[in-house]
């Protein structure tokens, strides 16, 4: 089925300018970008993002990374997004994930692995909402 999925470049791919490299793999699989934006990221932003990692001793780190400069959030649109979007982002650990992947190329270390990807089709419906504002994804209406 054609799926959304929401994608981000994490402040570490925005600083190192991987933000065109990102996308291009994303495009040339032949997903589409249907919404983006650079953005900073609000800490409540981040908190609600991150809420299922509330308890995890990491969420400190990760809400004050995520929010430490700005991000490139995305909303990327094709047949099985979702799991495409994964496989082309590589396992969450860039220690393990495969070259060829996005992880794989240009990460080290789990906090710091470039990209988000949605996990599941509840997940990136939930995120979508969150990041993106009924209207400012492409194709979903007609503007007026
Ligand atoms: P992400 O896909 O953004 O979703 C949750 C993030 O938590 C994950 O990518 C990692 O960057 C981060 N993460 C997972 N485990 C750890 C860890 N042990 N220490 C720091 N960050 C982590």
């Known amino acids: 089925a054609v799926e959304k999925t929401f994608v981000m470049v994490k402040p570490d791919g925005v600083q190192r300018g991987l933000i065109g490299e ?14 983006a934006k ?7 932003l ?9 308890e995890r001793p990491f969420f400190g780190e990760l809400v004050s990374f995520i929010t430490s400069s700005p991000v490139f959030a995305m909303v990327l649109e094709g047949e099985s997004a979702i799991s495409v ?15 060829g992947t996005i992880r794989g190329d240009f990460g080290l270390t789990i906090g710091m692995n470039i990209v ?22 492409a194709y979903d209406k007609a503007v007026d």
């Open 85 to 99: 979007a994964r496989t082309l982002m590589g396992k969450t650990n860039p220690a393990e994930s495969a070259p």
């Open 38 to 44: 650079l953005m900073n990221v609000p800490k409540s």
């Open 116 to 137: 988000h990807g949605s996990d599941s089709p509840e997940s990136a419906a939930r995120e979508i909402g969150l990041w993106f504002s009924e209207g400012t994804v």
């Open 22 to 35: 990102v996308l291009r793999r994303f495009e040339q699989k032949g997903l589409k970008v249907v919404a």
């Open 46 to 54: 981040a908190e609600q993002h991150y809420a299922e990692h509330r």
